[in-house]
């Protein structure tokens, strides 16, 4: 997308990617990709002491909705991608972008798949608020390093969805006291592609420059990759409200949602960067993950030196 503005001591539009807001107990949630007049600044994400996700974490996916078989394998092969155990991961590997957060204080966090639950008969109905996700992600039994990931089909409502979250990640507590993580995406294919699929659909506001091919010829899907990579580095980077971020806690800036549109080197507002092209698909990607399966991956802030980490 061209340069809206060429000065930097100037303010302009940036094409948001996925921040995040307060939720219920302690929730975040990820914004819409609606342009935003945002003000140029120091970027730092400051350590607030809180306690923050690492060692071994067990992800428990929960399908709300109709998904393809196709779809959700695309899915789980990123998550897989983000725990790979390779000892050398190449520089645009998936597993590559997540051990960046192993420069955020307390070490490395790995994630692996744990119980895959299908919904596809929508047990609390289409439309869903916080609460609801919340009683979703508390359904099974308490099992600690655990998080609960609630993906939803495009048919189902989520509270703010589209209108100031394309993902959230936050907190609640069951009956027995004791703390459950959880997040949560939504397809946005059907509801809001210009604001949550975002390169791989025009947006709603901006330019209309051609939008990028999906990697994985899923604009709803790819999009969801995107916004749930987002949405997991935030959680274990602030999963309580006290960890690493910028700004208010009610409406902190994370790990990826401070690096909002940025996928590669050269980027600016509206225009995702300098990323890879498959020549015989013509699809735009920036990470390779198990099976060979390609993503686009947005930028991650680096502590080491205070800086947004493109892959490319």
């Known amino acids: 997308m061209p340069l809206l503005n060429p000065f930097s001591f100037l303010l302009f539009f940036i094409l948001s990617t996925c921040g995040v807001l307060n939720l219920s107990n302690a929730t975040s949630r990820a914004p819409n990709r609606m342009l935003a007049l ?4 120091p970027l730092v994400l400051k350590y ?11 992800l428990h996916l929960l399908w709300y909705g109709t998904f393809t078989s196709t779809q959700r394998s695309i899915l789980i092969d990123f998550v897989e991608s983000l725990g790979s155990t390779s000892s050398s991961p190449t520089p645009s590997s998936v597993s590559s972008w997540w051990r960046t957060t192993e420069s955020y204080r307390g070490g490395p966090c790995t994630l692996v798949v744990g119980r895959q639950t299908l919904d596809g008969n929508y047990s609390l109905g ?7 996700l919340l009683a979703l992600a508390s359904k099974a039994n308490y099992e600690a390093h655990v998080v609960h990931v ?13 209108m100031n979250q394309c993902g959230t990640h936050g907190w609640g507590k ?4 004791e703390r459950v993580a959880y997040a949560w995406v939504g397809n946005p294919i059907t509801q809001c592609p210009g604001q949550c699929a975002w390169p791989f659909h ?3 506001y901006g ?19 995107i916004n749930l990579a987002t949405v997991l580095a935030g959680l274990v980077t602030n999963p309580f409200e006290d960890g690493y971020y910028q700004g208010p806690p009610s409406a902190p800036l994370e790990a990826v949602s401070a690096c909002t549109g940025i996928f590669g080197k050269g980027a600016y507002p509206g225009y995702p960067g300098n ?5 015989t698909t013509g699809a735009s990607y920036n990470a390779v993950g198990v099976r060979g399966r390609k993503f686009l991956l947005p930028a991650m802030w680096d502590p080491l030196s205070s800086s947004c980490k493109p892959m490319v």
Do not use: W, Y
């Open 275 to 279: 990323v890879l092209v498959d020549k």
């Open 48 to 58: 607030h002491k809180g306690t923050l996700l690492k060692g071994n974490i067990t």
């Open 150 to 162: 609630i993906m939803t089909s495009a048919d189902v409502a989520v509270e703010d969805f589209c």
């Open 174 to 177: 069951r009956k027995d006291g």
């Open 207 to 225: 330019p209309q420059t051609p939008p990028l091919v999906a990697p994985n010829v899923d604009v709803g899907v790819d999009g969801m990759v």
């Open 38 to 41: 945002v003000q140029d600044q």
């Open 202 to 204: 025009q947006p709603i």
């Open 126 to 132: 289409k439309s869903l608020n916080t609460d609801k």
